[in-house]
Structure formats: C-alpha cells, structure tokens
C-alpha cells in the first residue's frame, strides 16, 4: 500500500539507511537480509531517491547522526558509499556497520575519504570454531587486522559487537572473549545473548535437537562477567547492551532509547516522527519498484497514549538513566509508580531523584519487569 510521508517535527536525530545485502546468512539473524547483490546499483539510486522525496519534510540542518547499518554495507562498491554519503551529506557522528574481513587497505583507504568518523564491526567472537557455527565469514586474527587499518584512516572511534551464550560455551571461553576484546581498546562496545528466532537457521536447529540453548544461570553470570570486567577496564554501562568509553556512548542508538524523531530510509526501514511510526516494505524488489514509481511502499501506525506510555517505558528502562517519571501524566505516573511497588521492594529498581532505573539484578530479569510496568 502506498501512502503519503508525515511532516516531521522538531529536532530529527538522524537518518538510518538499511543496506540488506550479505555475501552469506549467519545462522541466528532473523533481521532482513538478502544475497541478491546484483541489484545493489540500483538499491542505491532508490535509496537516494527516497532521501530526495523525505527531506523536504525536514530541516536538513537538525539531523545530527547518519547510520549506515544492515545487512552488510561493507558489502557495497565503493562507487555506492561514495553516490550514498554525497546524497546525505554529514552529520556530528556518522556511523558505518562492516565486516572485519571487508576491511581490507583498500576500504580503509576509502573510508578516509567519506564523512564516516565512526565504524562498528559485527565480531561476535574470537573463537574461529564459534564463527565457523555461526557462519561468519571472518576469522578473529581478521578483527585485529581491521581494528589497525581504522586506526590507520583516522577512524578514532570504533565499535564492535559480541555475542554470549553459544551452545557449549563456558564462562570461562566467555571469559577469553571479553578480555579480547578489552585488549582492542575500542571506544565502544555492544554484547547480546545469543538469540533462537523462529524462521532462522539457529531455531531449525534447536527444533531438531541438534543444539541447546544456554541456561539461565550461566547466562546470568556471562552478563555480569561482562558487566564487571568492562567497568573495571574504564567503560560506562549506559544501556543494558551497550558499553562505552567516557565521552563515546551512540549518538544515534541514543536517539531510539529517548524517543526523538528519525528517519529509516531503504527496505525494512523504520522511522519516528514523535507521534507515528511508519516502516518500508521488507522486500528489495517492491522497495525499488515503489521509488522509481515515486510512490514508496511502507505501513503506518499512529500511537496512542496508551502506546507511547509503553514504549517510553520499555526504552527509558534500557538506559542508565532511566525512566523520568515527570514525562508522563499524572495518571500514568500512578499507574506505573504502583506497578513498580514491588520491584523496588525486591531491590530490582530503584526508585532515585525522579526516575526509576533497573538495579544490577534488575538489568538480567529486565523484560518480565518492563512488560509488568506496561499497559494492558
């Protein structure tokens, strides 16, 4: 269905471009990807069309970050990067996703000509046979080698992301993990639990009894592990999955967990105006269609009270921070401060100078609280 862009209002956080082309699918994503790379020439066009038909809604000199995530965006030419950035300009932090083994002399060389002041690379691991499972196509010698060359082309703030919890993994090879990646001295750092989503291979493979998720427990302490060796190497904890050097928290990231406008460009790409949320048809080939056609295909839901309320909830809980319970009206004020009675006695939030925030024991059972928190 084909409809028209919202106004948007007010200061725009930034843009999110979603590049969906990946040379091969890692067995846990259930994002949307595809391996057709031979429309990639004109995935790009389309994306800078559609940046054409948006911006006019917006004031260009209030977009303050540009992400460029995926899928795999390293998987683009170097023509594509360079016809992307000249069409969104810059912006005070623009952040490019890529795959450490696409970091080779000669894209680290291009990324010093492009506005890209900030790169975050998908490493997971550090053992070669937990990548071999989950069908990376790098290997951990690689992440160094790609960690040196950004250093190299002037990229002073890098960012990667690992993940916990792989069948038959112990603490202690977690352990090996984190202090790896402590060793990179990167700005910033992102760690997920590893995720069984129906649809991909993972779940597949969980359903024939072939792999086990990781227990409760263990996954208790990885996180902790995680938690503790980061704060002790200098990072701040500023969000339950995210960890960054003083001074190098996401911009971008930032922006969702506080509820500012964005705009997604590109197939399956969401956007934010502050009273909507509206998101592009998952499809290449419809995506590419309806902007050729000057008609871009993407849903729209306008959000209620009620939906605002529990996405303030189920984002602001996410920071260090908090949820400041002056943002919401009186009546929901009472709701949720009721609702979070008991979870402040536990000692699972804390309730501290007009905001209520997760405690340490919090952060692990942080969904069962949030979903408690919300409207029904």
Known sequence: MSLLF??????????????????????????YSTTQLDVRGRYVDA????????????????????????????QLDAAHLRQLFATLGTAQEVTLECNPD????????????????????????????????????????????AVSRLRQ??????????????????????HRDVDEAV????????????????????????????????????SRQMYYLLKDTLAAAGYEHYEISNFARPGFRSRHNSSYWNATPYIGLGAA??????SSRQWNVADVGRYIEGIERGEPY?????????????????????????????????AQRAYCLSAAAKYVADGLL??????????????FVSDMIMSDLMLV
């Open 269 to 274: 790409a969401h956007s934010f105006d502050g």
């Open 298 to 330: 993407f849903e729209r839901e306008v959000l209620d009270a009620d939906t605002r309320y529990n996405e303030r909830v189920m984002t602001a809980l996410r920071t260090c921070e908090g949820l400041p319970l002056a943002v919401l009206t009186d």
């Open 153 to 174: 082309a002037g990229i002073g703030n890098v960012s990667i992301d690992l993940m916990y919890g792989f069948p038959g993994e112990t603490l202690d090879d977690w």
């Open 183 to 218: 060793s990179l001295q990167v700005e910033h750092l992102s760690a997920y639990a590893l995720m069984y989503e129906e649809g991909t291979p993972l779940y597949r493979l969980l359903e024939a009894g072939q792999v086990s998720e990781c227990d409760e427990e263990l």
């Open 102 to 145: 696409d970091v080779t002399p000669q894209f680290a060389d291009l990324l010093s000509e492009l506005p890209v002041n900030r790169v975050s690379m998908g490493v997971q691991s550090f053992s070669d046979e937990r990548l071999r499972f989950a069908r990376r196509r790098h290997t951990s010698g690689q992440v160094h080698e």
């Open 6 to 31: 919202r106004t948007f209002a007010g200061v725009m956080a930034g843009i999110y471009v979603h590049i969906p082309f990946c040379k091969c699918r890692c067995v846990y994503c259930g994002f």
């Open 47 to 74: 994306v800078c069309r559609e940046w054409h038909l948006r911006r006019s809604y917006i004031n260009n000199e209030r977009v303050h970050t540009i992400y460029v995530g995926g899928g795999t965006p390293s």
């Open 350 to 363: 804390l309730h501290e100078e007009g905001h209520l925030r997760l405690s340490r024991r919090g952060l």
